[in-house]
């Protein structure tokens, strides 16, 4: 009896061992099949889905912003943005394009 509890208890902590080395994996996954945006051309709805961190509000700023000065010329130019700081353009680098 004991040692069906130690195998049972083995078996169920070497699961847990290899689901916690799986999951970070599968969260990079699912991130990676988010579609990078234009930030130039794309509107308020689509920023603010595309964007981690960058609601409506601060997507309606983007645009705003990309309207009264020009279109971005690299990524951070989105630190002009009010707002929009440096750890944001760093968590949507991979997100974000400019052309």
């Known amino acids: 009896m004991i040692q069906a509890i130690r195998s ?3 078996f169920v902590l070497r699961a847990a061992f290899l689901l916690a080395l799986l999951l970070p994996f599968h969260a990079n996954a ?5 579609a990078p945006v234009n930030i130039n051309t794309a509107s308020a709805e ?6 981690k961190g960058v609601g409506l ?3 309606q700023a983007i645009v705003a912003y990309r ?7 690299r990524p951070d130019d989105l630190e002009k943005v009010k707002g929009i700081g440096v750890a944001t353009v760093d968590r949507n680098r991979t997100r974000i394009i400019v052309e």
Do not use: M, W, Y
Request: cysteine-free; overall charge negative; charged content about 15%.
């Open 8 to 10: 049972v208890h083995v």
């Open 30 to 34: 699912q991130e990676a099949h988010v």
């Open 46 to 51: 689509v920023l603010s889905d595309a964007l």
């Open 57 to 59: 509000v601060k997507a």
């Open 67 to 73: 309207q009264d000065n020009g279109p971005f010329a």
